[in-house]
């Protein structure tokens, strides 16, 4: 089945980041309709819950359901935060939209503003995306002076703002709650739940916070009709989505296909297969955080969210990392322990603890300095972390261990011991050079 | 507390009870005697949920849930103790500790430490933690006038950071970092020397944060304690008096070696000021009053009471039938029992003494809306309940009473805890001169100054820490002072010194106890009617007046 675009229409429009070309592709035509017929809130969110749409942020959770949320009729201000930090490892989509589509996400957040009645939209966008952030800025100004943001915009007797807010470089500010503490100026730290963000969430004030992605799904939802784009994928995953493949494929890249579309025909037909024809050992199927998947796996599953949670891992954020069988997952393993170890906000104690103390077992493990012993006690570690946190951080420092260990033990029992053996096959010069 | 409040049923353990909706399940279980362990919660905070370490299990949720946070529903099963539970407090704890030194030794908390008692109750393994410790930067730094910080044995709960945003509303401290690097801190060229600064050696459940004054002095296994109040001020908070009489070769030999905060929601909550909490030194100073002195013509002279209180008598009734007036000044210092008695006395064997009353002293009348109060006496409402100060017409203050002297109008004077030769700026220029003109000088007090310097007798008296009694609060609070051991030397307790001298002018005062004096008050004055001493008890009681 051929890409299905969407979204990347409007990415691939060229100077698509402009208004006069997102225009003259269609863009702003749902803002304009909704606004224009005067259709109010609940026709909106109608449209979603029947289209299946559910949050690209990593959760799932369906958005038409969220926004509904939202107390109505209540004193005070409400918000709309974008949440761009992306940053999960493996997960590189959101900078595509930003940078290519901006207008489309403006689209998406304006409608999102109306449909909960939030006069200021915050976009959070990932410290390091500097570019994208220039071009996410002169989107805004152009939207303004067009009149589809501002005071009374399009007429509608409402007031929307945008504003472009850059994090700092940490990668727990992309988890909802943390993203709030970090614009209200605080320390970027968690916060706990209940009440949620659409209760109380910036500032105390009702909040939704979307994905940049998600929302870039609405404009299009809401021209192309809530049936087409739930028959697109499957029972309660409707549409589609960018999936981002990095790794050992021959064609890396972002592409957009529906829900439900099997791995094995992304990696092997869109992406063109495993480089060098080797042969395929795992797959992390949505972002670092997410449970490895075997080769057998791999070549039996759907990619959508209720698939992937069967078999006990997660379609997350839609980035896959492909390992070929040369990859030493023993080495795989100790950077994701580092990565969270270093992310982690410090908040609580079993991940502000626990990540570190899992990352420098590994660390011995991988110097050929560890044994059984440790593996077990690594796996018992991180069963502690799991559950047992304040926000999902820890589990997703944890899903990582427990998941290499259990189904790749072989390869870390090879590596404890007095002498460390490599796992998989040698790579030769010329292969590494090629790659 | 007052509103009716809902009442659910929880199941917890496998027992059934009733408690309050709304509670988090911490504090319904501590209502009913189970303490689920904690770190990081504390009643007088905002919730942090941050330690792990009150995870306990509900039926029919999949995670486990932290009892400081989640509040009891009706119909409610709780498990505290399970396995699973059991597990995971072990586990919380074993986090705790990976990074955490092997200061135990040489750590000042030792005895009282949430990881060492934590360990004992709920811990209990071996270690398995192979790896170097997180090196942090800081150890033993001082951070305030009062507080040390070691960043090391730190465990991140966080309760110093919330208590400086939410009770002084000062904010020096903060959370640096992040992951296991992150450290408590000062913030950059502040010092943590707000007003309340050392409650949080207190919150601190472990050896991060530490007295400076009280560190190294003494292992806290070798304290006593007793249930008090605070007498720097006239809120008198309640506290714990720790102190050391079995050892006296440490802490150079002071016996009080430290106050610690006692909760009462009525009065202090959680927390004591810094001034209150080290106001202490003059209990064991070298100047302290420990014989009555008495100057026949000369020098003064050590004396014994029976002498010393004869002395006195004579000479006060000599003065009473000179031409002149007999004049005392009151201090608000005095505990109910003294000032009663003082009253009595004067009344009966010393009729037409004039009473005068200061609240004046030497401490700075410091004062905020958290608990300091600017009149720095413990008992100036029970003096005003007697009668015994300015409220009460026929009562003069000390200004009078200087003049009164400086005109050679004072055939005795007898000065009670005031110090107006040594603070000029206070109780007004002149006073030596004037006391030079005053025949004979009465001082009580505990400790030596520049006006008992001037007396011709001198009467010890028993320092905070030292007595039984009562002092009502500037709200009509009646709360108790405990004794925690005997007064220094051959001072005596307010009331005893005052039922002595009674007796020396000829009088019958007959009263075995504090407790003695404070029931015949209760019947006596108004004010305390229907009081007994024996119905006070730790929290105190409001007078209905
Ligand atoms: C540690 C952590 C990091 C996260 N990072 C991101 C992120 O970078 N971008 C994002 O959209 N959601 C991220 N999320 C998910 C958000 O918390 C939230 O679920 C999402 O923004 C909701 O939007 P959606 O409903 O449109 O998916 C993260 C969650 C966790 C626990
Ligand atoms: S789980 Fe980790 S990132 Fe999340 S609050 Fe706890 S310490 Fe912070
Ligand atoms: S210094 Fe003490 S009170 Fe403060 S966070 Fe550390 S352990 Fe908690
Ligand atoms: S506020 Fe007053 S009573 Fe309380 S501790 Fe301070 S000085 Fe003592
Ligand atoms: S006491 Fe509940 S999380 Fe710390």
New binding site residues.
């Given amino acids: 089945m051929p890409e299905v675009k969407l979204i990347k229409r409007f990415i691939e429009t060229e100077n698509g980041h402009r208004l006069r070309e997102f225009e003259s592709a269609g863009g702003y035509g749902s803002l304009r309709k909704i606004i224009g017929e005067g259709w109010d809130a609940q026709q909106v969110i109608d449209i979603l819950k029947a289209s299946n749409l559910?949050?690209?942020?990593?959760?799932?959770?369906p958005?038409g359901l969220?926004w509904s949320f939202v107390p109505k009729d209540i004193e005070g201000p409400k918000y709309l935060?974008v949440?761009?930090?992306?940053?999960?490892p493996g997960?590189f989509k959101?900078r595509h939209i930003i940078s290519g589509a901006p207008h489309l996400l403006i689209e998406g957040a304006v409608i999102a503003a109306f449909c909960i009645e939030a006069e200021d939209i915050y976009i959070y966008i990932?410290g390091e995306y500097y570019e994208p952030a220039r071009i996410m800025e002169q989107a805004i100004e152009e939207a303004a002076e067009a009149g589809y943001i501002g005071e009374d915009f399009l007429g509608s007797g409402h007031t929307v703002r945008v504003h472009l807010h850059r994090g700092a470089g940490a990668?727990?500010?992309?988890?909802?709650?943390?993203?709030l503490s970090s614009l209200e100026g605080g320390k970027g730290w968690?916060k706990l739940k209940p009440p949620f963000p659409a209760i109380k969430g910036l500032f105390g004030k009702p909040t939704?916070?979307?994905?940049?992605?998600?929302?870039s799904q609405v404009p299009i939802i809401l021209d192309k009709g809530a049936e087409y784009f739930a028959s697109l994928g499957i029972e309660r995953n409707g549409g589609t989505r960018l999936f981002g493949v990095s790794g050992h494929v021959k064609r890396t890249g972002i592409y957009e296909l529906p829900l439900g579309t099997p791995m094995k025909e992304l990696i092997y037909e869109h992406c063109g297969g495993i480089r060098n024809d080797r042969k395929l050992k795992a797959v992390i199927p949505g972002?670092s955080?997410c449970p490895v998947l075997t080769a057998e796996q791999a070549a039996s599953i759907n990619m959508d969210f209720d698939s992937l949670a069967g078999i006990g891992s997660m379609l997350g954020?839609g980035g896959l990392i492909v390992m070929d069988e040369t990859t030493d997952l023993v080495q795989i393993l100790w950077r994701i322990c580092r990565f969270y170890a270093f992310?982690s906000c410090g908040q609580c104690t079993p991940c502000r603890e626990g990540t570190g103390w899992m990352t420098r077992i590994m660390e011995r493990i991988a110097k050929g300095e560890g044994t059984v012993q440790d593996i077990d006690d690594l796996k018992e570690v991180a069963e502690q972390i799991m559950g047992n946190t304040v926000?999902?951080?820890g589990?997703?420092a944890a899903l990582p261990v427990v998941s290499f260990l259990s189904k790749f033990r072989a390869d870390f029992e090879a590596q404890v011991g007095p002498r460390r053996v490599h796992a998989g096959a040698v790579v030769t010069q010329a292969e590494a050079e090629e790659n | 507390m007052s509103e009716e409040r809902k009442m659910v049923k929880v199941t917890i353990d496998g027992n059934q009870y009733e408690v309050p909706a709304g509670t988090t399940i911490l504090e319904a279980a501590k209502s009913v005697g189970i303490e689920i362990p904690h770190y990081c919660y504390h009643p007088g905070l905002s919730i942090a949920g941050a330690c792990r370490m009150c995870l306990i299990e509900v039926e029919k949720v999949p995670k486990l849930q932290i009892a400081c946070y989640m509040t009891v529903g009706d119909e409610m099963v709780i498990y505290t103790t399970n396995e699973r539970v059991k597990r995971a407090r072990k586990a919380m704890l074993e986090f705790h500790l990976v990074n955490h030194p092997l200061d135990c030794p040489v750590c000042d908390q030792a005895g009282e430490c949430g990881l060492q008692n934590y360990y004992m109750l709920h811990g209990l393994y071996i270690s398995r933690v192979r790896e170097n410790k997180v090196k942090k930067g800081k150890k033993a730094t001082q951070i305030g006038p009062h507080v040390m910080l070691d960043q090391e044995r730190c465990i991140l709960c966080s309760r110093c950071v919330r208590f400086c945003n939410e009770i002084p509303k000062t904010s020096e401290l903060g959370m640096f970092n992040r992951g296991d690097r992150e450290v408590v801190d000062i913030f950059p060229g502040r010092e943590l020397n707000n007003p309340y600064s050392a409650n949080v050696i207190n919150l601190c459940p472990v050896g991060a944060l530490l007295s400076k004054e009280f560190r190294f002095k003494t292992r806290v296994w070798y304290l006593e304690t007793v249930k008090s109040v605070c007498m720097r001020c006239s809120r008198a908070c309640n506290i714990l008096i720790d102190y050391n009489i079995r050892r006296p070769w440490k802490n150079d030999g002071r016996r009080l070696s430290r106050l610690r905060p006692r909760y009462n929601a009525q009065v202090n909550d959680w927390w004591i000021c810094d001034e209150g909490r080290f106001g202490f030194d003059f209990v064991d100073a070298a100047d302290r009053l420990t014989v009555p002195l008495s100057a026949a013509g000369g020098a003064q002279a050590h004396s014994g009471w029976e002498a010393a209180l004869e002395t006195a008598a004579a000479r006060l009734r000599q003065a009473a039938s000179e031409i002149g007036d007999v004049a005392v000044l009151v201090s608000p210092r005095l505990a109910n029992e003294a000032l009663y008695l003082l009253k009595r006395v004067l009344a009966e064997q010393l009729p037409g003494t004039s009473v005068a009353f200061s609240s004046l002293n030497e401490h700075e009348p410091t004062q905020d809306d958290i608990l300091r109060k600017a009149d720095k006496n413990p008992n100036t409402t029970g003096a005003e309940f007697l009668s015994l100060t300015t409220a009460n017409a026929e009562v003069k203050d000390h200004a009078y009473l200087l003049q009164t002297a400086k005109k050679g109008n004072l055939s005795a004077l007898i000065v009670i805890a005031h110090n107006p030769v040594g603070l000029p700026e206070l109780y007004g220029r002149g006073w030596s001169e004037a006391l030079d003109k005053v025949p004979f000088k009465v001082f009580i007090g505990t400790n030596e100054n520049e006006t008992s310097r001037k007396a011709d007798v001198v009467l010890p008296l028993a320092a905070f820490a030292e007595y039984d009694g009562t002092v009502t609060n500037f709200a009509g609070r009646v709360q108790l002072l405990r004794r925690a051991f005997d007064p220094l030397g051959e001072a005596l307790a307010g009331w005893e010194l005052l039922r002595r001298l009674g007796n020396a002018l000829g009088g019958e005062y007959d009263f075995g106890s504090a407790g003695e004096v404070f029931d015949e008050l209760a019947q006596k004055e108004d004010k305390f009617a229907g009081l007994s001493y024996g119905d006070i008890g730790e929290l105190g009681v409001k007078v209905n007046g």
């Fill in positions: 559910r949050g690209l942020g990593g959760a799932g959770f958005t969220k935060v949440n761009a930090d992306e940053s999960e997960t959101d990932r990668y727990i500010c992309g988890e909802e709650t943390a993203l968690p939704i916070v979307n994905n940049v992605e998600t929302l972002g955080s954020s992310e926000c999902p951080l589990d997703a």
